[in-house]
């Protein structure tokens, strides 16, 4: 869920200061979780590198959980954020979709911590009961305002109607999200390479014209084989 802020960054019923320090326990948990992983990152870990104490994150949080709750919201709106003004000065669906894509993997490639960190959460950030902590319910959201570009487009003719906007919706959010596992592995990952490579790929896929199912078989196979 996004934080509700006034112009200057203060959340509503928090005075700047302690909006300030939740900021750096933020901050300081990303970076944690991305040197040491997120098995590594006690609570005692991030107060020693916000320069505060436990009992300081223990007061604005409540605990570890929360805390990763929080920055995992925090990190969604961020990247929402970034991407909306980009994606909305576009006029076109094909340019609305190569922003999309590309949008996404800059503020990856800007954030590479943050990036590293969810990857730990997602692996392995688990609640007291075994739920995980990093709710699948995000991606389920971008996959459905996807979708919706992508049928809306299609119903301008801007894209072919020949392909199902959920599977396509899948398909683009599968390729971005492999990217932040890529880019823990390699920090050199050309992050910039790959996301005119993604948005060239599926601008092809979505632009008018012949279907795939319209072209001739691959010799010596039978289409659906």
Do not use: C, W
């Amino acid at each position: 869920m996004r934080s509700e802020t006034n112009p200057t960054g203060q959340e509503p019923g928090r005075t700047f200061t302690e909006t300030a320090r939740r900021a750096q326990i933020i901050a300081a948990a990303i970076d944690t979780i991305a040197e040491l992983g997120y098995g590594q990152a006690s609570l005692a870990r991030i107060a020693e590198s916000a320069g505060t104490s436990k009992g300081v994150i223990l007061y604005h949080f409540g605990g570890k959980d929360e805390l990763i709750r929080e920055l995992v919201a925090e990190l969604v709106a961020r990247g929402v954020g970034y991407m909306e003004p980009r994606i909305e000065a576009e006029p076109t669906g094909a340019g609305k979709l190569r922003a999309y894509i590309e949008s996404n993997l800059a503020f990856m490639a800007g954030n590479r911590n943050h990036m590293v960190a969810i990857v730990e959460i997602v692996l392995n950030a688990r609640a007291a009961d075994g739920s995980r902590l990093y709710d699948p319910s995000v991606q389920d959201a971008g996959v459905a305002a996807l979708q919706q570009l992508l049928a809306y487009f299609q119903g301008t003719g801007e894209f072919r109607t020949g392909f199902d906007p959920h599977v396509m919706a899948m398909a683009i959010r599968a390729a971005i999200n492999a990217v932040p596992a890529q880019l823990a592995r390699d920090p050199a990952l050309d992050v910039g390479h790959h996301a005119r490579e993604l948005a060239d790929l599926f601008h092809i896929a979505t632009r008018p014209g012949e279907s795939p199912r319209d072209l001739p078989p691959v010799s010596g196979h039978r289409r659906g084989e």
